[in-house]
Nanobody, 124 residues
């Protein structure tokens, strides 16, 4: 069964760090770009970062550039999101999703499989 499972969320103080993991099962990550998204209460889901299948192409939302780092370990079938210098406005449910292609897509509908999400709360 094709599945993406996020983990690593939690409660952290402003300025703290978390590392999210997105573990894939039922398919091999090697052939797909993977994106991280987030959705805060009352807001639309927004793209945070995406990494191509090879890891050679990466993009970030302006709001997280310089603070978040996406990476992948295809041998472990896992993609990571290292989040540093966290701010209260980073509070959201974070989702990973598989793109139906090797390169990061421009449109949300091109992501064909989604995880259930992990809650990240940044608060003192």
């Amino acid at each position: 069964q094709l599945q993406l499972v996020e983990s690593g969320g939690g409660l952290v103080q402003p300025g703290g760090s978390l590392r999210l993991s997105c573990a894939a099962s039922g398919f091999t990550l090697d052939y797909y770009a993977i994106g991280w998204f987030r959705q805060a209460p009352g807001k639309q889901r927004e793209g945070v970062s995406c990494i191509s299948s090879s890891g050679g192409r990466i993009n970030y939302a302006d709001s997280v550039k310089g603070r978040f780092t996406i990476s992948r370990d295809n041998a472990k079938n896992t993609v990571y999101l290292q989040m540093n210098s966290l701010k209260p406005e980073d509070t959201a449910i974070y989702y990973c999703a598989r793109a139906g292609r090797r390169l990061c897509p421009a449109m949300l509908y091109e992501y064909d499989n989604w995880g259930q999400g992990t809650q990240v709360t940044v608060s003192s």
